[in-house]
């Protein structure tokens, strides 16, 4: 039963990761001509997504589970919603960073109640803390960046 709740934990994760990486695909070329110094940011970004990924399907395989690689119905609806306000609004960098901060916030509640709902086993509780501090420090990179924008 444990491995059940692990793997499902982990793979809520994961599909939380899949909305972050289909996010960051969403600000390619939004935001570079404003903000070129945060291309570097948005490449570890975008990198570090990748492992996290990768890190959580290793966990679900050792676990016995199987990974559900898809993203989730709440991220699907963001980035739609995303797609339309940019269409009468205008793309504009602003609007992207406001985004970005968002879809971070909302990865860093889902990794926190993964680790207070108490269903991760030891070894994916390390992994899931050390990817929480990563998106912490993403989220504020975008938020800090957002303010100097007022």
Avoid at 28 to 33: H, L, M, N, Q
Avoid at 88 to 113: H, M, P, Q
Avoid at 116 to 129: A, H, I, K, M
């Amino acid at each position: 039963m444990e491995n059940t709740n692990t793997v499902s934990t982990l793979n809520d994760l994961l599909n939380i990761t899949n909305d972050r990486i289909k996010g960051f695909d969403k600000v390619e070329d939004k935001v570079w001509d404003t903000y070129s110094s945060l291309r570097s940011d948005y490449d570890q970004m975008v990198s570090e997504s990748q492992t996290m990924k990768s890190d959580l399907i290793s966990l679900i395989r050792e676990k016995g589970g199987e990974p559900d690689d898809t993203s989730t119905t709440a991220g699907a609806l963001h980035r739609t919603w995303i797609d339309i306000k940019n269409s009468f609004g205008g793309d504009n960098a602003e609007s992207t960073l406001e985004n970005v901060a968002f879809g971070e916030k909302a990865a860093i509640e889902a990794y926190e109640s993964a680790l207070n709902d108490g269903t991760l086993c030891p070894q994916s509780t390390s992994v899931v803390s050390e990817q929480l501090s990563k998106l912490r420090s993403s989220y504020s990179k975008f938020t800090n960046l957002e303010k100097s924008v007022d």
